[in-house]
């Protein structure tokens, strides 16, 4: 099987059901997804190096498939089309969310991003969550798409947030408060 197929080389690309610009919108949110992806297996590297982290790499491995799953979704522009993403899996990552957040201690202001190594890379995680969720809503704009795609980015955010803080927690480095932050985090 070759893998190059030569059929881009115009500037278009194949969706399930037809074929696109490569810079139209479509493709510019599902390939921010893909971008997504490779962070969070960076990630999953970082939080490998220490076996207490074995849940959170497995919910990680987990997440880089539904992350699969919400790309194919919004490559899917063919009639009556058969979607992967529901609304179970939001609510899987609030489950998630809950838990690291019961493990971590009480936040009232903003925080930098960083501290560990693998809490880095989970911020990193969030902000390019953030930057394709900002791609997918701009498409939900322009485009009929498969809404539960776009909530499960926003909960993912969350996700990453909530693992970076307990990491540094687990791992005994404390979160750097922003200077300036007012308290915006309360019960």
């Not at 297996?41 to 074995?54: D, G, P, Q, T």
């Not at 699969?68 to 609030?94: H, I, M, W």
């Not at 930057?131 to 996700?159: F, G, K």
Request: hydrophobic share 35%; with cysteine; glycine share 4%.
């Amino acid at each position: 099987m070759r893998i190059y197929t030569r059929g881009g080389d115009e500037g278009k690309t194949s969706v399930i059901g037809g074929r696109r610009k490569k810079h139209d919108q479509r493709i510019v949110a599902y390939g921010s997804i893909d971008e997504v992806n490779s962070f969070v297996a960076r990630a999953r590297h970082s939080v490998a190096k220490k076996s207490e982290f074995h849940k959170l790499e497995s919910e990680l491995l987990v997440i880089q498939h539904e992350l699969f799953d919400c790309g194919s979704d919004l490559a899917t522009v063919k009639d009556d089309p058969t979607y992967k993403v529901t609304e179970r899996n939001a609510a899987q990552l609030e489950e998630w969310i809950d838990h690291w957040t019961s493990l971590s201690p009480k936040i009232e202001r903003f925080i930098l991003p960083g501290g560990s190594e693998a809490s880095a890379d989970l911020h990193v995680c969030r902000t390019e969550t953030r930057r394709a969720e900002r791609e997918v809503a701009a498409l939900a704009d322009i485009e009929t798409i498969h809404m539960p795609v776009l909530a499960y980015m926003n909960r993912l955010s969350d996700y990453f947030f909530t693992v970076a803080r307990f990491v540094n927690h687990s791992l005994d480095v404390a979160d750097i408060p922003y200077e300036r932050s007012a308290i915006v985090f309360k019960d």
